[in-house]
C-alpha cells in the first residue's frame, strides 16, 4: 500500500509518503518551506507532492493507492473546498505567502481520484503522528496546541479519549458529545497571546520561551490575572485571562536587547509558568484516564523542551516519546499514518531519526559550484573539526534532511561552542536574531559530557537539559541564561558521519561537543538544497560549507549576493517550478476557467 498524506490548508503545508511495498515501511516526508523558500507556507503543497512521488518513483497521484488530507477545520466555506470562493475572491491573507486564490484553483483543479481521498482530523491526524512512529505497542497520547486530545494506543488502533477543535466533534472519556462544543482560548492561544505582546507573531513561541530563560534576573511583576478556574475536565479555558489582558502593554521596539527588561521579560515567564502548569495537568489527567506507563506527545506545545524536561522528571511516565515533527509540519505524516492503519497498514516503523527527506544528488553539486563560483577539496572528519577548532563556523548538508524544525546535523550550522564571543558571532554575522536567543548543543549519546545533567537520549533536540552550576564557562554558546541547554545526543546508527566529526572535535579538544543551529538566515526556511547552501553561504558570514565530505569554499571570483538579490531570483524559480507542476498535476483548463472568473468576478463593479 502507498498512503500519501497531505497537509493543504493554512500554515506548514506538506506532503509525507509512506510505502509498505518490499516489506518494509519506507517513509518520506518534506514541509513545503524547504523547497519553496517560503518561511512557514501556506501554499498548496504541489512541490512536497512532487518530492515524495519522486522520493519513490513515482509519476503521478494515480500511482498511489489512498490520499489522506488534513482536514484543518471540519466547517468549510463551501463543499468540497477548505478556501472557498468568496476567499478566492479577496486573493491575499495578509500574511507570509498565504494566497487563498492560488490555492483554491489547485485545489479545484487537481487531478486525483476523489475515491482514494480520506479527510483526516486535525488533532487526529497529530496523535497518528506521534504514536505510529514511536516504540510503544500501547501508550497514552497528549497533543496539545490549538485543539486538545487525549488518546489510547493499542496495537494497531487509535482511540480517541478526549477531543475539541477546530470545529470537529467533540470527545469527552471515550463519549462523542451530541453537541459539539467549539473552545479556542486554551493554553497554546494564551501563550501565543503574549507572544503578541512581546511583538511576535503566531510563530513566536520559541522567542517567548527563550526570553522566559531570564526570569531569574529581572524581578518577577505579573501582569496578567491567570484564571485559576480554567479547569473543566480535559479542556483548559482561558476565555477569562485573554480578555482581562486589556491592559497589557505591547512591545513595538526594534532592538530586541530591550526585551530583558520588565515588563516583557515577567510576561514571557508568565506565559512559560502557565503553560508548564496547565500541561502537567493534562498530562495527570491522561495518566489518569489510561493508565499507562507509556506516554507520546505531539502538538505545538510539545517543542517546548522546559515543560518535556519537567514532564520526564515528574514520573508519571516511565517511557516518554515526543514526535520531531510536533507541530503542524508533522501533520502529513500523521494524515498518512493514520490512513495506512485505518486501511488495513500492519507494519510499524519507529522514528528513531527524523532524517525524512531524501538526500541530494552529489552529481549536482559541481553545477551549484561553477554558478557561484565556489571552490571544493575533499576534507576529513578530521580536518572539519580542526577548521570548527580554529574558530571557523560551517554550515553542513549530508543525506537526508531533518523532519520538523530542528536541524539535527544534516542541515545545521556548526560552531565551537567554548569561546565566549561565538554566541553573538553567530546570532549577529550568520543568523540575524535576537541576541538574546539560545543554541543548541550536540554530543554523543555514549559520551555526554558530565557538566551536561541531560537525559541519556535526546535525539530530536525537543527535551531541555541543565549545564552544571560552576561549569557553565566551559561551553557558554549552548547555556541558556537560566543555565538550560536543549541537548541533541547522537549515536552512529542514527548519523553515523556527524558522530564522527563530534568526535573527532572532542579528540582535538577534550570537549565532545558542538554547537548547532538550523542552517538558515533569519526569516527564511532551513536550507534543503545545495543551491540553497551556497546562497545562504554566499549572503551571511558562514566561513565555508561541508557538503557529502567537501569543503566548499568562497573565491575572489565568488560574488556578492543580498537578500533581495536572492529573493527575487528564488521568487522567478519558484514561480517557474509551480508553473511546471500545476501543468504536470493539475487539468490545466479547468485552472485557468477558473482563474478566468475569479478575475472577471473581481473587476466586475458592486452595485
Given at each position: 500500500m502507498i498512503v500519501l498524506g497531505l497537509k493543504c490548508y493554512s500554515h506548514d503545508t506538506g506532503a509525507a509518503i509512506i510505502s509498505d511495498q518490499g516489506g518494509a515501511l519506507k517513509i518520506h516526508a518534506i514541509a513545503e518551506a524547504r523547497l519553496n523558500r517560503r518561511k512557514h507556507s501556506f501554499a498548496y503543497p504541489l512541490m512536497s507532492i512532487a518530492y515524495c512521488l519522486n522520493a519513490l518513483g513515482l509519476e503521478s497521484l494515480d500511482d498511489v493507492d489512498l490520499i489522506c488530507i488534513d482536514r484543518h477545520m471540519e466547517t468549510?466555506?463551501?463543499?468540497?473546498?477548505?478556501?472557498?470562493?468568496?476567499?478566492?475572491?479577496?486573493?491575499?491573507?495578509?500574511?507570509?505567502?498565504?494566497?487563498?486564490?492560488?490555492?483554491?484553483?489547485?485545489?479545484?483543479?487537481?487531478?486525483?481520484?476523489?475515491?482514494?481521498?480520506?479527510?483526516?482530523?486535525?488533532?487526529?491526524?497529530?496523535?497518528?503522528?506521534?504514536?505510529?512512529?514511536?516504540?510503544?505497542?500501547?501508550?497514552?497520547?497528549?497533543?496539545?496546541?490549538?485543539?486538545?486530545?487525549?488518546?489510547?494506543?493499542?496495537?494497531?488502533?487509535?482511540?480517541?479519549?478526549?477531543?475539541?477543535?477546530?470545529?470537529?466533534?467533540?470527545?469527552?472519556?471515550?463519549?462523542?458529545?451530541?453537541?459539539?462544543?467549539?473552545?479556542?482560548?486554551?493554553?497554546?492561544?494564551?501563550?501565543?497571546?503574549?507572544?503578541?505582546?512581546?511583538?511576535?507573531?503566531?510563530?513566536?513561541?520559541?522567542?517567548?520561551?527563550?526570553?522566559?530563560?531570564?526570569?531569574?534576573?529581572?524581578p518577577f511583576e505579573p501582569l496578567v490575572d491567570v484564571d485559576p478556574d480554567r479547569f473543566e475536565d480535559f479542556i483548559i479555558n482561558h476565555d477569562k485571562t485573554v480578555f482581562g489582558m486589556a491592559d497589557v502593554p505591547t512591545f513595538e521596539g526594534e532592538d530586541s536587547d530591550k526585551l530583558i527588561a520588565n515588563p516583557w521579560v515577567s510576561l514571557a515567564r508568565q506565559a512559560q509558568e502557565t503553560l508548564e502548569t496547565d500541561i502537567q495537568y493534562l498530562v495527570w489527567l491522561a495518566r489518569k484516564k489510561i493508565h499507562s506507563k507509556k506516554l507520546c506527545l505531539a502538538g505545538g506545545a510539545a517543542l517546548n523542551c522546559i515543560i518535556n524536561k519537567?514532564?520526564?522528571?515528574?514520573?508519571?511516565?516511565?517511557?516518554?516519546?515526543?514526535?520531531?515533527?510536533?507541530?503542524?509540519?508533522?501533520?502529513?505524516?500523521?494524515?498518512?499514518?493514520?490512513?495506512?492503519?485505518?486501511?488495513?497498514?500492519?507494519?510499524?516503523?519507529?522514528?528513531?531519526?527524523?532524517?525524512?527527506?531524501?538526500?541530494?544528488?552529489?552529481?549536482?553539486?559541481?553545477?551549484?559550484?561553477?554558478?557561484?563560483?565556489?571552490?571544493?577539496?575533499?576534507?576529513?572528519?578530521?580536518?572539519?573539526?580542526?577548521?570548527?577548532?580554529?574558530?571557523?563556523?560551517?554550515?553542513?548538508?549530508?543525506?537526508?534532511?531533518?523532519?520538523?524544525?530542528?536541524?539535527?546535523?544534516?542541515?545545521?550550522?556548526?560552531?565551537?561552542?567554548?569561546?565566549?564571543?561565538?554566541?553573538?558571532?553567530?546570532?549577529?554575522?550568520?543568523?540575524?536574531?535576537?541576541?538574546?536567543?539560545?543554541?543548541?548543543?550536540?554530543?554523543?549519546?555514549?559520551?555526554?559530557?558530565?557538566?551536561?545533567?541531560?537525559?541519556?537520549?535526546?535525539?530530536?533536540?525537543?527535551?531541555?537539559?541543565?549545564?552544571?552550576?560552576?561549569?557553565?564557562?566551559?561551553?557558554?554558546?549552548?547555556?541558556?541564561?537560566?543555565?538550560?541547554?536543549?541537548?541533541?545526543?547522537v549515536n552512529q546508527e542514527q548519523n553515523k558521519d556527524y558522530y564522527e566529526l563530534i568526535e573527532a572535535f572532542g579528540n582535538l579538544t577534550g570537549c565532545a561537543v558542538l554547537t548547532n543551529t538550523s542552517f538558515n538566515d533569519r526569516d527564511e526556511p532551513i536550507v534543503e538544497t545545495y543551491d540553497d547552501a551556497a546562497s545562504c553561504l554566499l549572503r551571511t558570514g558562514l566561513d565555508a560549507l561541508y557538503i557529502e565530505g567537501q569543503l566548499v569554499e568562497r573565491t575572489e571570483n565568488t560574488p556578492a549576493l543580498t537578500s533581495a538579490q536572492n529573493l527575487a531570483t528564488t521568487t522567478a524559480r519558484v514561480d517557474k517550478d509551480y508553473t511546471n507542476l500545476i501543468e504536470r498535476f493539475c487539468d490545466v483548463e479547468v485552472y485557468v476557467r477558473l482563474a478566468e472568473d475569479l478575475k472577471a468576478k473581481e473587476s466586475t463593479p458592486k452595485g
Open positions: 468549510w466555506p463551501e463543499k468540497g473546498s477548505q478556501f472557498g470562493y468568496e476567499n478566492a475572491l479577496k486573493r491575499h491573507h495578509p500574511r507570509y505567502d498565504d494566497n487563498h486564490r492560488w490555492n483554491y484553483l489547485v485545489e479545484q483543479s487537481i487531478k486525483y481520484d476523489s475515491t482514494k481521498v480520506r479527510w483526516i482530523n486535525h488533532i487526529d491526524a497529530h496523535a497518528a503522528s506521534a504514536y505510529f512512529v514511536s516504540p510503544f505497542d500501547e501508550a497514552a497520547i497528549l497533543i496539545a496546541e490549538g485543539g486538545t486530545g487525549i488518546y489510547h494506543g493499542q496495537g494497531l488502533d487509535l482511540n480517541i479519549i478526549d477531543r475539541i477543535g477546530y470545529l470537529g466533534d467533540t470527545y469527552l472519556n471515550g463519549e462523542k458529545l451530541a453537541e459539539r462544543r467549539d473552545h479556542f482560548v486554551n493554553s497554546s492561544f494564551f501563550y501565543d497571546k503574549v507572544s503578541e505582546h512581546l511583538g511576535y507573531d503566531i510563530f513566536g513561541a520559541g522567542q517567548t520561551m527563550a526570553l522566559a530563560g531570564y526570569g531569574d534576573q529581572v519537567k514532564l520526564i522528571e515528574s514520573g508519571l511516565f516511565d517511557e516518554v516519546y515526543i514526535q520531531p515533527a510536533a507541530s503542524d509540519e508533522g501533520l502529513p505524516l500523521g494524515c498518512a499514518l493514520y490512513g495506512y492503519y485505518a486501511n488495513g497498514g500492519e507494519l510499524r516503523h519507529h522514528m528513531s531519526d527524523a532524517y525524512l527527506g531524501t538526500p541530494n544528488d552529489p552529481a549536482t553539486l559541481p553545477a551549484v559550484l561553477d554558478k557561484w563560483q565556489l571552490k571544493s577539496a575533499k576534507a576529513s572528519v578530521q580536518d572539519i573539526a580542526q577548521l570548527l577548532v580554529d574558530g571557523k563556523i560551517i554550515g553542513r548538508v549530508a543525506g537526508g534532511s531533518e523532519y520538523g524544525p530542528r536541524a539535527l546535523g544534516n542541515r545545521s550550522i556548526l560552531a565551537d561552542p567554548r569561546p565566549a564571543d561565538m554566541k553573538d558571532r553567530l546570532n549577529a554575522e550568520i543568523k540575524h536574531r535576537e541576541g538574546f536567543r539560545p543554541f543548541a548543543p550536540s554530543c554523543l549519546e555514549d559520551n555526554i559530557p558530565d557538566f551536561f545533567q541531560s537525559p541519556a537520549k535526546s535525539p530530536f533536540m525537543v527535551v531541555a537539559g541543565t549545564v552544571k552550576e560552576g561549569e557553565r564557562d566551559q561551553v557558554p554558546v549552548v547555556t541558556h541564561a537560566d543555565g538550560s541547554c536543549r541537548v541533541q545526543t
